[in-house]
T-cell receptor, first 114, second 113 residues
Framework: DVKVTQSSRYLVKRTGEKVFLECVQD?????MFWYRQDPGLGLRLIYF???????EKGDIPEGYSVSREKKERFSLILESASTNQTSMYLC?????????????FGSGTQLSVL | GDSVTQMEGPVTLSEEAFLTINCTYT??????LFWYVQYPGEGLQLLLK?????DKGSNKGFEATYRKETTSFHLEKGSVQVSDSAVYFC????????????FGSGTRLSIRP
């Protein structure tokens, strides 16, 4: 089975800090995604990547950036954390197909910004 | 743009009751449709999917049929169990290699013994 590993389950940071969320997948998937999950809003796509060094903005990229230097690793960066970025962050990966590919999710990182 | 609307929860049922969670979508072209499930403390996992009109996806006793005429993909199960308690997400994906996957807001299901 594919494993998608997120580096931290819980994280507490202060306003203004630079925050790195790491995600690693072990099945050679081309596509990787970062979502945030908030009650009543479901999952909203922040950024995704379909190849090394490639990135595409999702629906809510403001305040975030990403890095994909290696195929298996996709990092989400909060340049200057703010309280409205307190959320559950979910990483996912999938094969590069013709659409309709199954997403494999990590367990999530609950980030609190104080 | 593309969107997914699903019934708001929470939904509370007794064990062995019949379950329906409604999902409708707006999309250009012919998207693929999915139901994902999130058990407590875990990430999402795919429950079932359908890639073209009139396809029926099924898994673990759950079913959903891709209805293009009503733009719907309702999730059903004939007899729910306590272990089905989770949050259920409807989602759609376009049919190109760089398509985004768009999720609904999720429906929390609780099953009473």
């Amino acid at each position: 089975d594919v494993k998608v590993t997120q580096s931290s389950r819980y994280l507490v940071k202060r306003t203004g800090e630079k925050v790195f969320l790491e995600c690693v997948q072990d099945m050679d998937h081309e596509n990787m995604f970062w979502y945030r999950q908030d009650p009543g809003l479901g999952l909203r796509l922040i950024y995704f990547s379909y190849d090394v060094k490639m990135k595409e903005k999702g629906d809510i990229p403001e305040g975030y950036s990403v890095s994909r230097e290696k195929k298996e690793r996709f990092s989400l960066i909060l340049e200057s954390a703010s309280t409205n970025q307190t959320s559950m962050y979910l990483c996912a990966s999938s094969l590069l197909g013709t659409g309709g590919e199954k997403l494999f999710f990590g367990s999530g990182t609950q980030l609190s910004v104080l | 743009g593309d969107s997914v609307t699903q019934m708001e929860g929470p939904v509370t049922l007794s064990e062995e009751a019949f379950l329906t969670i409604n999902c409708t979508y707006t999309a250009t072209g012919y998207p693929s449709l999915f139901w994902y499930v999130q058990y407590p403390g875990e990430g999402l996992q795919l429950l079932l999917k359908a890639t073209k009109a009139d396809d029926k996806g099924s898994n673990k006793g759950f079913e959903a049929t891709y209805r293009k005429e009503t733009t719907s993909f309702h999730l059903e199960k004939g007899s729910v169990q306590v272990s089905d308690s989770a949050v259920y997400f409807c989602a759609l994906s376009g049919n190109s290699s760089a398509s985004k996957i768009i999720f609904g807001s999720g429906t929390r299901l609780s099953i009473r013994p």
